[in-house]
């Protein structure tokens, strides 16, 4: 090993400190970079070469060698946390359902149905208590305009649901784009990441990129991330193939028609890629359909439910089938209920929608008594529904309870997944995320390094100056 040689190894030594100190850098630069992923320079000694006759004995190596500028990741740690942020979103946006359907039911003020329901018996009661003519006018007009406020409350309810519905039908094509947008960009980001692994450039920065949009594609989608050969990932969206390395595939999405045709199981919105169905494992997405498929009809139907027995109580009372003994009453008609049902929807929903006050009932043709008599019968019973077995505003609150506990048990679950979430990515960002404190001490590290490599430069320099200046001037 010449002396020059030590030249070249002390060369590399300062390149690499060099290059350690500008990783450091780079590091130190990003701290506050959302999605950014420290970077580490690897190196390695460099091995004597030579065999046989021509090997070189009892030298040192040949310095230091740059293996690369590593990306401090751990697949693990990032597949979690995808999986973890997939699960809050999902959750997330299954609360923000439910406590909107919480909300359309209306019951935090005096505007709702119990509240409309406990109005209107209270009419009937001071009807059944009316001693004179124009007493029991005056309390069939109030009956009448409490039954309406009923009527109203509902079909506000069930617009109020079907609007919900309507939106979060526009929020799965929102996603639905956010998706196709987000899969065409790591499509592209695989494209670069490949071009750039294969020219020997590094791919650091476009894989934190990469890994930022797949971290959104799973809160959205909940998407299934597969690595491939050259630093490609593929993306799976349920079972179908959203990204397949350089290529991208868009994501449809088939409406339902209507939100009673989803109740009849005759329709229902679903997601398609290359006219195959996918069905996403989790995500804002998933909850956004299971919404639109389940949550909002079971609701409806459960509305739906409750104003028909309502409707089946008060009927029960004012226009009964039978008597007492279960004997069918002369002359009953349907057509005499005090509630009835609209003909037709109009904006294809269910019972609720069509709820309503008889139209041919007025304050002179409303039966307040039994046959032949003023006894105000009718109206007392109608008074006292409230405690009976087919109470109205107990089947009612029973309908709210129900909402009112899957929302908290939703809000529940969404509290502990976004824990869980918080947990994952910070075990993500200990593995991956920069530390100021760590960084300091590497930069010093370098430096010093630095320092040492420039010394033995000067040390050699020296050396070599002794060797050619002053060899043979002994004496002189």
Known sequence: MSTFSGITTSSRALTAAQRGMEVTGQNIANVNTEGYTRQRLEQSESVVGGVGMHARRLVPGEGVEITGIARVSNALTESAARQDVATAAEHRAGTAVWSRLEANLGEDGISGLSTQLNTMHKAFSDLGNATSTENALAGRTHVLATAQNVADTVRRVDTQVQAQWAELGGQVSLHVEDVNATAAQVAGLNTAILDAVTSGVSPNELLDQREKALTHLSEVAGVRVVARDGGTVDVY???????????????????????????????????????????????????????????????????????????????????????????????????????????????????????????????????????????????????????????????????????????????????????????????????????????????????????????????????LDTLINRTGLVGR
């Open 237 to 463: 969206l349920g079972n179908s193939t959203i990204v397949g390395g350089r290529q991208s595939f868009a994501v449809s999405v088939v409406h339902g028609t209507s939100l009673a045709e989803v109740k009849a199981g005759t329709s229902s919105t679903r997601l398609t890629v290359e006219g195959v169905e996918a069905r996403p494992a989790g995500g804002a997405l998933k909850a956004t359909l299971d919404a639109v498929n389940t949550t909002v009809p079971d609701v409806s139907e459960g509305i739906d439910a409750a104003v028909q027995k309502i409707a089946a109580a008060v009927n029960a009372v004012y226009n009964p089938a039978t008597d007492a003994n279960g004997v069918a009453v002369p002359g009953y008609s349907a057509a005499n209920d005090f509630f009835t049902s609209s003909a037709a929807s109009v904006k294809g929903g269910g019972a609720a929608e069509r709820f309503q006050v008889n139209p041919a009932l007025t304050p002179a043709s409303l039966r307040d008594s039994s046959a032949g008599t003023v006894d105000r019968a009718v109206a007392k019973a109608l008074g006292e529904l409230p405690s009976a077995a087919n109470s109205t505003t107990r089947t009612w609150r029973t309908t709210v309870v129900d909402v009112a506990a899957r929302t908290q048990a939703s809000e529940v679950r969404a509290d502990l997944a976004a824990q869980v979430s918080l947990k994952s990515i910070a075990a993500r960002d200990s593995v991956s995320g920069v530390n100021i404190d760590e960084e300091m001490t590497n930069l010093v590290s370098y430096q010093h390094a630095y320092a040492a490599a420039a010394r033995v430069l000067t040390t050699i320099d020296q050396a």
